[in-house]
């Protein structure tokens, strides 16, 4: 009975003293272990502020923004504290934008009926074709003064019934009695060119 208890003592003993060889050989050729209680730190961070957007719609000119009726996204804190209180802006909400929207349209028919004017303006001058103007006549046909473009839309509104605007007449160097290319911008896209006639006014 010693005996046996003997043995089993000596093979616990021997056991022992292989497992700390075995951690001793393990522990020479893998320097860097990790402890058998060691804690993992975690750092966490904190999300920046997401900053809220809302559609607004100007009331006024605001610098940086836009003109008055512009549509754009803001920050809500800045569209409360300063854009609400000033009554800059308001709002998008769905009937301001179904306004706005009607009235773009509005606005891009009143754009198309104004060129389709200025259009069927240059067709009736090159219709006509002509327009005569007077003037005294010294030698060699040479008239005395000029020109204007005061005369050039008296002219033209006394056979169209519509009076244009001077600023917008192109006049060649007229000097002399004959016939010359005028032209006139009626819309951004439209120009009309016509013949002004320069004759010699009757004696009276």
């Known amino acids: 009975m010693l005996e046996t208890i003997g043995k089993s003592s000596c093979a616990q003993i021997q056991s022992f003293e292989g497992l700390r060889r075995l951690e001793s050989s393990h522990s020479a050729c893998c320097p860097v272990s990790l402890p058998a209680r060691s804690r993992v730190r975690f750092t966490i961070q904190a999300n920046k502020k997401v900053v809220k957007r809302q559609t607004v719609v100007l009331r006024k000119d605001v610098q940086g923004l836009g003109p008055a009726g512009t549509l754009t996204d803001v920050p809500n804190g800045f569209f409360r504290n300063y854009l609400k209180p000033q009554n ?20 891009e ?29 010294g030698e060699e046909d040479k008239i005395f003064g000029s020109v204007t473009t005061a005369e050039i839309v008296d002219a033209i509104f006394k056979q169209t019934g519509r009076e244009l605007e001077k600023k917008d007449i192109e006049l060649p160097e007229i000097s002399k009695l004959g016939t010359y290319t005028a032209s006139i911008r009626l819309h951004p896209e439209v120009v009309g060119t016509f013949n002004v006639v320069v004759q010699r006014e009757k004696n009276a």
Not at 88 to 107: D, H, M, V
Not at 117 to 137: D, E, N, P, R
Request: charged share 30%; net charge positive; hydrophobic share 45%.
């Open 88 to 107: 800059l802006a308001s709002l998008a909400t769905s009937g301001i934008l179904e306004n706005i929207e009607k009235e773009k349209q509005r606005q």
């Open 109 to 137: 028919q009143a754009a198309k009926d104004v060129k389709a004017k200025a259009k069927a303006m240059a067709i009736a001058l090159s219709t006509i074709g002509k327009f005569v103007i007077k003037k005294k006549v």
